[in-house]
């Protein structure tokens, strides 16, 4: 168990690391790029007039956690199957999540500028999307935590 914790813990952090550099020298410039066309289906869809990237690029590095976390999972190439689908599934949610973090933060600031109140209701949007690869994680790979903690 313990060896396991331990390797879990080693792949994690090389991992992020390692895609926190890419994500912090060009790949967060280039992501709303990568979005854009869905995003802007969403955006008209919901009156969205501008993308307010000043507000959530730097919450879009939640894919950052989520792929180290996949990396990272002891058995990952035994249930190569059940990682497609989180990879995937994950990345897809991610970016929705994104996309409807992005349609809410425009619609709050709409209504209530950046006034104290836009703030108390922009905290737990960027609260949930900040988790969200902790929960698709353990949705997805709900035993992981008995297998590394033993419990």
Known sequence: MKRNLWLF????????????YFWTTGWKMA????????????FRM???TQWPLTLTADHHASLIPFIGLLVATPGLITRWKRALVALVGGV????????????????IVDAFEMSQNAYRLLLPIYLVNDAMPLILWLAFFPSVLSEL???
């Open 31 to 42: 992501y709303p790029t990568w979005i854009d066309p869905i995003a802007q289906l969403f």
């Open 149 to 151: 903690f033993g419990f």
């Open 92 to 107: 897809a949610a991610i970016v929705l999540m994104h996309i409807v973090m992005s349609i809410a933060i425009f619609h």
């Open 9 to 20: 813990l080693l792949k994690l952090a090389v991992t992020t690391l390692t895609l926190g």
């Open 46 to 48: 919901f009156g969205v």
